[in-house]
């Protein structure tokens, strides 16, 4: 199965018995976005036979971190209660302006489940196609789940700060505003800026204009344009490790591997003794 599935694909290999799809949707409201739902939204409309995979229920509950990746116990017990688990095939999806499905498969890979896809336009595409939808709960099978790593793609501040003397690009998916400080970050008691030396490719600059992922030489340019090189190894921060996951995600179809920083700026943004740096790359 190819990291990035089509609608057609999906529709043509629904009833595989192998095959789970998994709604990864998750907003992250911050200050000034619109309210949403995502458990509501699934209920009322989803891809047949999808299953709600909760991204808030499976991070970190004692992490004063936002959104941070789980230990491998709650992994493979919330993987098990939504029937993703062992010897199957996953395709993930969502309906929300960070693209969280790219945050799901960074954590499935995480924990060593590879065979993972994320449906290229997401649910949107599905519904702009006339495709089927069913509403309600689906019913869920439990499957055994079985972390085979922990941690594999996923990078600390210690990870990060010695990485700043290297060959390593830290490449920041945040947008503009944030990045250069010109724009106050929106969690309180985090400073405004970036990690001195990081590149800014905001994740919004890898998808095509119906929310298809770039892929090739325009994806190629997308880093380019960043000044990154995805030929040479990659940390990838944004505001708590959800878009973050957008980028790696991007390089990955490109072809190299790309470290996400978990803690991302909501962790070196408000700790008083890491360096910052505001303006231009």
Not at 219 to 238: E, K, Q, Y
Request: with cysteine; hydrophobic share 45%; aromatic share 8%.
């Amino acid at each position: 199965m190819d990291p990035l599935v089509s609608t057609q694909w999906l529709a043509d290999h629904l009833n595989d018995r192998d095959l789970r799809v998994a709604d990864a949707s998750y907003h992250i409201d911050l200050p000034g976005e619109p309210k949403r739902d995502a458990a509501a939204e699934f209920a009322v409309a989803h891809v047949p036979g999808a299953v709600f995979m909760d991204l808030a229920a499976f991070s970190d509950p004692d992490s004063p971190l936002p959104s941070t990746m789980p230990g491998a116990a709650r992994f493979a017990s919330r993987m098990t209660r939504v029937g993703l688990g062992d010897g199957v095939r996953i395709v993930l999806y969502d309906d929300a302006s960070h693209f969280t499905a790219a945050r799901a498969w960074v954590m499935l890979r995480a924990f060593g489940f590879t065979d993972v896809a994320i449906l290229d336009g997401g649910v949107a595409k599905w519904r702009a196609e006339g495709r089927a939808l069913d509403a309600g709960e689906h019913v869920v099978r439990p499957r055994h789940a079985t972390p085979r790593e922990q941690g594999r793609g996923i990078v600390d501040m210690a990870q990060v700060r010695t990485a700043m003397n290297t060959d390593t690009q830290i490449v920041d998916a945040r947008g503009a505003a944030r990045f250069t400080g010109a724009g106050a970050d929106p969690r309180p008691g985090v400073a405004a800026g970036h990690i001195p030396g990081a590149r800014n490719l905001p994740y919004k600059h890898v998808f095509n204009p119906d929310g298809t992922w770039k892929r090739g030489d325009a994806l190629r340019a997308a880093f380019a344009d960043a000044g990154v090189d995805p030929s040479r190894p990659m940390m990838i921060t944004c505001g708590s490790g959800i878009t973050a996951s957008v980028l790696a995600f991007a390089a990955h179809l490109l072809g190299p591997e790309a470290a996400v920083y978990d803690g991302s700026w909501s962790e070196w943004g408000a700790d008083p003794s890491t360096p910052k740096a505001t303006g231009e790359a």
